[in-house]
């Protein structure tokens, strides 16, 4: 099986730009996890999708914001970048089963300047 | 509160066993995991253990926790330059769903010869 596939891998972006990052889940899962990785804050959940609707949510402001497809393909969009935005974005996919793990993919990394 | 914390470096020589620790506040967590982080790399899932649980071992990893004190500790016998990276352990809380884990702050292993 496949894993997790998250592209762009890098990104460079300017303030006050927007950005969209795209997750494809290992085959057969149907939740998405975002999590947002950086030096001071560490790992902080963003939301999970599962079967297209947001399911759960953390504490992030109204820029970031996602979407999940039929085929349970994930897109996150950040607007109105800042500066504070740059870091790693991984996305993990699980099966959406109460008892199941989560797998995450390689991240995508956003440098916003 | 849902705060995980973990010393931030460890350093072993090769050949001799490593333990790294976490300590958690939420008692009502359900599963708790161990992630890899390679450079540059997303995160692998180690392993996991269930709160009933006391002690689960994999191959050369041992996991302990003592949820009286909410004590998670991960023990890598015959430790491998290839074990270098950031070990993070994580919570989940019986939220229902499998997302949204807590993650602590990282502990940064390193291997000498």
């Known amino acids: 099986k496949a894993g997790v596939t998250q592209t762009p891998r890098y990104l460079i972006k300017t303030r006050g730009q927007q950005v969209t990052l795209s997750c494809s889940p290992i085959s057969g899962h149907r939740s998405v996890s975002w999590y947002q990785q950086t030096p001071g804050q560490g790992l902080q959940f963003l939301f999970e999708y599962f079967s297209e609707t947001q399911r759960n949510k953390g504490n992030f402001p109204g820029r970031f914001s996602g979407r999940q497809f039929s085929n349970s393909r994930s897109e996150m969009n950040v607007s109105t970048l800042e500066l504070g935005d740059s870091a790693l974005y991984l996305c993990a996919s699980s099966s959406g089963r109460t008892q199941e793990t989560q797998y995450f993919g390689p991240g995508t990394r956003l440098l916003v300047l | 509160g849902e705060d995980v914390e973990q010393s931030l470096f460890l350093s072993v020589r090769e050949g001799d066993s490593s333990v790294i620790n976490c300590t958690y506040t939420d008692s009502s967590s359900t599963y708790l995991y161990w992630y890899k982080q390679e450079p540059g790399a997303g995160l692998q899932l180690l392993t996991y253990?269930?709160?009933?649980?006391d002690m689960k071992q994999d191959q050369r990893l041992t996991v302990l926790l003592n949820k009286k004190d909410k004590h998670l500790s991960l023990r890598i016998a015959d430790t491998q330059t290839g074990d270098s990276a950031i070990y993070f352990c994580?919570?989940?809380?019986?939220?229902?769903?499998?997302?949204?884990?807590?993650f602590g702050t990282g502990t940064r292993l390193q291997v000498t010869l």
């Open positions: 253990i269930f709160s009933n649980m």
């Open positions: 994580a919570e989940r809380l019986p939220t229902g769903t499998a997302s949204k884990l807590t």
